[in-house]
């Protein structure tokens, strides 16, 4: 049973003291595919050491985060064009629109995703989005830029049943996580209308760890409980769950 995780921060400061204890409890409960976002250029060589030290496993995206668009926003797109013209990645992100923390950067952050998506245009390349607070701003820049070679991940996605249709409808598979087993999270209410084609599967780690974990430190080797939430709703085996998302993944990234 091969698992994907779609979306990890591995070189977070948080995984510092046991990075490769906290990866080997991963690798052993099956998971043995990390897709890694960007954040930032300070994060740049982190990524690029773990996927040194995990060639076999660790594939890495590059983009500019939303909540890290600040003054200097261009200079870090530079970097993200930069890079991609050097190396080959996986995916543009994680990139989109995060109005939770700040509101005064919505058409800086709005030019950052329309110019990311257009990188990933040129590199034939899936995007990974991040929105919080920011569906309708989202979608906006997605309905101007849709086409047929526009793709990819709509990241921990916290929506209602018709925003993932939205989601869906401009080729975007929906990245479920730790809040689909939530009390609270809501997508667990209506996750069986969707076909498990559009799902793939990520803890966003170290960030939302699924019950019975949340609050604390989440790691890629919770995937078994987020597996296990799946597979109850939509009753089917568990390694059914961790088959057909991990097919979905490789539709996405390519490998």
């Given amino acids: 049973m091969t698992i994907t ?21 991963a ?8 897709f890694i976002p960007a ?12 996927e040194k030290n995990y060639p076999d496993n660790v594939f890495l995206m590059m ?4 909540t890290y668009v600040k003054e200097n926003y261009l200079e870090e797109l530079m970097h993200v064009e930069n890079e991609l013209a050097k190396r080959k990645f996986y995916a543009i992100g ?14 800086e ?28 701003e989202v979608y906006e820049v997605l309905e101007d830029e849709k086409s047929a070679d526009l793709f990819g991940i709509f990241h921990c996605f916290t929506g209602t049943y018709e925003q993932a249709l939205q989601a869906i409808s401009y ?58 939430k799946l597979a109850a709703i939509y009753n089917l085996p568990a390694r059914d769950i961790a088959t057909i998302t991990t097919e979905n993944s490789k539709r996405i990234f390519g490998i």
């Fill in 94 to 107: 994680e990139i989109g629109i995060d109005l939770f923390w700040d509101k005064t950067t919505l058409e």
């Fill in 171 to 228: 080729n975007m598979k929906l990245g479920i996580g730790g809040v689909v087993t939530f009390k609270n999270g809501k997508i667990d209410q209506f996750l069986n209308q969707i076909d498990l084609s559009h799902i793939v599967l990520e803890t966003d780690s170290p960030y939302l760890a699924p019950i019975p974990y949340r609050g604390k430190r989440n790691e890629s080797s919770y995937l078994l409980n987020i597996i296990d």
């Fill in 109 to 136: 952050q709005k030019n950052a995703f329309r110019k990311q998506i257009q990188l990933a245009k040129k590199y034939k390349l899936p995007i990974v989005i991040h929105c919080r607070d920011a569906f309708d």
């Fill in 39 to 50: 954040i930032d250029s300070s994060y740049t060589k982190a990524m690029y050491e773990l």
């Fill in 63 to 66: 983009g500019l985060h939303p």
């Fill in 27 to 34: 690798l052993d409960a099956g998971v043995s595919r990390f």
């Fill in 5 to 25: 995780d779609t979306h990890t921060h591995l070189y977070s400061s948080e995984f510092d003291q046991d990075r490769d204890e906290m990866i080997q409890r």
